[in-house]
């Protein structure tokens, strides 16, 4: 992979520049301590040494709430499929929230390639950066999520004075014209790999005790543990825990017509297994109306079914679930971990 270095002083400018002909997205403080992904006004805004954010920005390529379909029932019925998109820059992404992203591009491009999807996501360039304050919930490096080696077009290392950018993109290459780069030196090579494997070895307060790919075999062995029921007694089923996740991907479709009764929209919008209408049909039953095979189904649909589906662990380890449970019983590592003893 190319490598280029850029002076911290230069970072800004560069940023700048790139505002001048895309939209750039970036991290910005909320509140004490809460940082969130938002376009920026300014390079000032940006925020390079945050946590974690409050939302991943998944929300960019699967919005909240999305138009699909709009439709017209008058004498002359017709419905347009609706794909909206911009061509924008996200400065400033975590490399768990990298490989969340690669798992969503997974999902969305395989069997039925879903089109929203995967116009927004060529519509952007993703330009990454290491992590220098790790949250207190995070556990990535267990996850394998704290180094990726691809689905970013620009990646940028903290090397001290200067940042080690490597390039992942012909899109993130062709932006580098914006600002002031240099080849690297062979030492900065060097320090750029040893801070990458590293960063791979490093744990921090929450640690995985059971290897990440023996997960599917420990929840196939712990489908009835008491523990389930345990904690799901806890649960408030408010879906903190699945609004917040950077793999969540399940959505509710619904129809809004307009008061004359002649047109409407085809929305879909984030919804969540630990919602108590999540697995609710037509005719009124509940697949899932026990709060412990809510509860248990997350844990299994991140441990087990993506990876047998997809080939990726479905959590990255993040920690933001653990930080929105109001009922402190979301935190993957600590339940897969007691599993595990």
Not at 208 to 221: A, H, I
Not at 270 to 282: K, N
């Amino acid at each position: 992979m190319k490598l280029k270095v850029i002076n911290k002083d230069k970072l800004l400018p560069f940023v700048n520049q790139i505002m001048k002909h895309l939209e750039v997205v970036g991290v910005k403080k909320k509140g004490e301590g809460k940082y969130v992904f938002d376009r920026l006004e300014s390079p000032s805004e940006i925020c390079l040494d945050y946590d974690v954010t409050i939302l991943p920005p998944k929300k960019y390529f699967l919005p909240q709430r999305e138009t699909l379909i709009r439709f017209k029932m008058d004498r002359e019925p017709s419905v347009e499929p609706v794909v909206e998109s911009s061509p924008r820059v996200i400065f400033g992404v975590h490399p768990y929230d990298i490989a969340a992203i690669n798992l969503l591009d997974k999902v969305f491009s395989q069997e039925k390639p879903d089109p929203n999807y995967l116009k927004k996501r060529e519509d952007t360039l993703i330009i990454g950066i290491n992590v220098k304050k790790p949250s207190p919930h995070a556990f990535y490096q267990s996850m394998g999520a704290a180094v990726v080696e691809s689905g970013f077009d620009l990646f940028f290392t903290d090397l001290g004075e200067n940042y080690g950018v490597e390039i992942g993109s012909k899109k993130g290459e062709d932006i580098l014209r914006y600002g002031d780069f240099r080849e690297a030196k062979e030492d900065e090579v060097t320090q750029l790999k040893d801070m990458k494997e590293k960063a791979k070895k490093l744990n921090g307060q929450r640690v995985l005790k059971v290897p990440v790919e023996d997960l599917p075999q420990l929840l196939g062995k712990s489908v009835d543990h008491p523990l389930w029921k345990e904690n799901a007694q806890k649960c408030l089923s408010c879906g903190s825990c699945n609004l917040v996740c950077p793999t969540c991907y399940c959505f509710d479709v619904q129809d809004e017509v307009d008061l004359s009764l002649t047109s409407g929209e085809r929305l879909r919008q984030w919804d969540g297994c630990l919602l108590t209408d999540f697995a609710r049909v037509a005719t009124g039953e509940n697949f899932r109306e026990d709060v412990t095979l809510r509860y248990k189904h997350r844990f299994f649909r991140k441990g087990k079914y993506i990876p047998e589906r997809f080939g990726m662990i479905g959590c990255v380890g993040c920690g933001r679930c653990a930080s929105s449970c109001l009922a402190d019983i979301a935190n993957p590592v600590e339940v897969y971990n007691k599993l595990f003893q």
